[in-house]
């Protein structure tokens, strides 16, 4: 895939501008709950650009592997940029080109609200995990209980429309516990677990964490605004989002998440 290709530079943007700042706090409680350790053979299913696979390859040391499944070419070009020693796989969650049983882990971080079939995709996790293993998935808290999105979800339905804070709201669809449960349950996991972590995002400003989403985000989601309007919310957002700035000028706000785990029989 060409350097300049448009995917390829929207995952770039996702990765410089979104990865540290949300979802690499996320590794070790996705990575400790799957109980990843030396010598396991590891799945991480929506990878992509690859924090968590990133994360997971030093524990299971030179004897385990890591391999890394998404469905966008331009997140797997990035990723192998990134750690061109780990597996990167092009596929989807519903259909996984893995055979029965074939790993100890299978970890999905915030991919399982995107899935056209989230019971499906679950079920697959299931058949690939080895017996004894265990499969973990985050999903953040619903836009209700997260602070900051509301509002940029709210300015962005003002200023670009529907389709633009419809792609923004997207992340946070599964955030009642009880509906995430019972995509579990339906895919034949009654007994999954959900427990409820608080986080914390950090952007080094209120201009990073909306351009992440205009720029980095929504052309991953298939929307691309005009410069000129870029321009003009990004101006808004100051004010808009102004109670989350820190005395040192960082935007800090709260960043919950559900963590669903299960053991394979």
């Known amino acids: 895939m060409a350097a300049s290709d448009p995917a390829v530079e929207a995952a770039r943007a996702y990765e ?20 990843v ?13 690859g924090v968590l696979a990133r994360e997971a390859r030093p524990r299971v040391g030179p004897r385990g592997t890591v391999t890394g499944l998404d469905l966008g070419a331009g997140m797997l070009a990035v990723a192998a940029e990134l750690d061109p020693d780990i597996r990167w796989v092009e596929g989807a969650a519903g259909d996984l080109p893995f055979a029965d049983d074939t790993f100890d882990a299978v ?11 989230r019971v499906g995709a679950v079920r ?4 690939v995990a080895r017996p004894g ?21 709210d300015l962005l339905l003002r200023r670009a429309g ?9 992340p946070f669809v599964l955030g009642d516990p009880d509906e995430l449960l019972g995509v579990f349950a339906e895919a034949g996991a009654p007994d999954a677990q959900v427990e409820t972590l608080s986080g914390t995002a950090r952007f080094p400003s209120i201009r990073s964490m909306v351009e992440a989403d205009l720029r980095g985000w929504l052309p991953v989601m298939g929307v691309d605004l005009e410069e000129d ?3 003009s919310i990004l101006a808004e957002a100051e004010t808009v989002l102004g109670r989350y700035v820190t005395g040192d000028g960082e935007m800090v706000f709260d960043a919950p998440a559900h963590l669903v785990s299960l053991d394979v029989g």
């Open 124 to 127: 697959e996790m299931l058949r």
């Open 162 to 170: 529907p389709v633009a804070a419809d792609a923004l709201r997207a």
């Open 229 to 231: 309007l870029v321009r």
């Open 37 to 49: 350790g030396e010598g396991h053979e590891v799945l991480d299913v929506a990878c992509g650009t």
């Open 107 to 117: 970890v999905c971080q915030f991919g399982l609200m995107f899935f056209p079939d």
């Open 133 to 153: 293993g265990r499969v973990v998935l985050a999903v953040w808290e619903s836009l209700e209980r997260s602070q900051a999105y509301p509002e940029a979800v």
């Open 16 to 35: 410089e501008l979104h990865v540290g700042a949300l979802f690499r706090q996320w590794t070790r409680p996705v990575l400790d709950a799957a109980r």
